[in-house]
């Protein structure tokens, strides 16, 4: 991908990156924390007490800053970021700020970061192997999605939905940046596939037009899930892996 002053990506077009920090050693990616985080980035780093979390956040974090430097010659290390009230990244200081929406997403195992040129972007990522049962569905689902989800076959299909609904739910969220203020039984994720819908079960600031939303096929034992709200057309999304050539210059 060439580099040029402007955005580099499809108004229409969503790329999603994932990273499985197994398969980077821990050494590696601490002298690239060093080169690329922020004094923030690299205190939260050091401030996890288990060496996985420290490793998982670390990638995450090397993951979003060189994803986000190749739709713009901005180097790793110099993107700047502010947080809203409940905790959402944004660019600051950058012509980009406002136009390029990223979304980060981390879970045991695996790190992914959206990017588009998007009103609104937010992302999921569950393990598989994640235990579900009916009382978190009770819990934190609607009367809808527990019905669509109580009413198939068997257990593998429902433990699949669950994660499905529960990274949609998040993925939209997230989007919105409204963390816990928004309450999860307060709206409902219907259909499949290629058409996946928002209802809302009380009146809210946000209409159910102009979002969309995507699932990565359930792969390596993760779903990932992507919402977005664009004003004029339905985005493509694509997903890649991050690959380890592409930090040759971390040393
Ligand atoms: C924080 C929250 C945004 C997502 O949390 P999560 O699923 O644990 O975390 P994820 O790995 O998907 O995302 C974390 C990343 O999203 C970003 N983020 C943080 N707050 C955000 C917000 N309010 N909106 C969007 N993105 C946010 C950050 O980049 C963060 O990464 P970092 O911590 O390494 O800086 C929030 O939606 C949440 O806590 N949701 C829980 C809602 C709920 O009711 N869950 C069931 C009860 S446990």
């Not at 980077?24 to 939260?44: G, I, P, S």
Request: hydrophobic fraction near 35%.
């Amino acid at each position: 991908m060439g580099m040029q002053d402007s955005i580099n990506i499809k108004r229409t077009h969503i790329e999603v990156w994932s990273i499985y920090p197994d398969k980077f050693a821990e050494e590696f990616v601490l002298k690239a924390c060093e080169k690329t985080l922020d004094l923030t980035e690299f205190a939260r780093y050091r401030r996890f007490k288990f060496q996985q979390d420290r490793h998982l956040f670390a990638c995450a974090h090397l993951l979003l800053r060189h994803t986000l430097s190749r739709y713009h010659n901005t180097g790793p290390s110099e993107w700047q970021f502010e947080y809203n009230q409940h905790g959402r990244p944004k660019l600051i200081k950058h012509e980009l700020s406002g136009k390029l929406q990223f979304n980060l997403s981390h879970t045991k195992g695996k790190a992914v970061v959206a990017v588009g040129n998007t009103q609104l972007l937010g992302v999921d990522v569950e393990s598989l192997a994640r235990s579900t049962n009916p009382k978190l569905a009770k819990r934190f689902f609607t009367h809808n999605e527990k019905n669509d989800l109580f009413g198939l076959p068997n257990g593998k299909n429902r433990q699949q939905r669950f994660l499905e609904l529960w990274t949609l739910k998040e993925a939209y969220i997230k989007a919105n940046g409204f963390g816990l203020a928004l309450s999860l039984r307060e709206f409902s994720i219907r259909g499949s596939g290629r058409h996946i819908y928002i209802q809302f079960e009380r009146p809210w600031k946000d209409t159910t037009k102009n979002w969309h939303f995507c699932l990565s096929k359930c792969e390596q034992g993760f779903v990932v899930a992507v919402a977005s709200k664009f004003l004029l057309h339905p985005p493509s999304v694509t997903f890649h892996e991050f690959q380890l050539t592409q930090v040759a210059n971390f040393n």
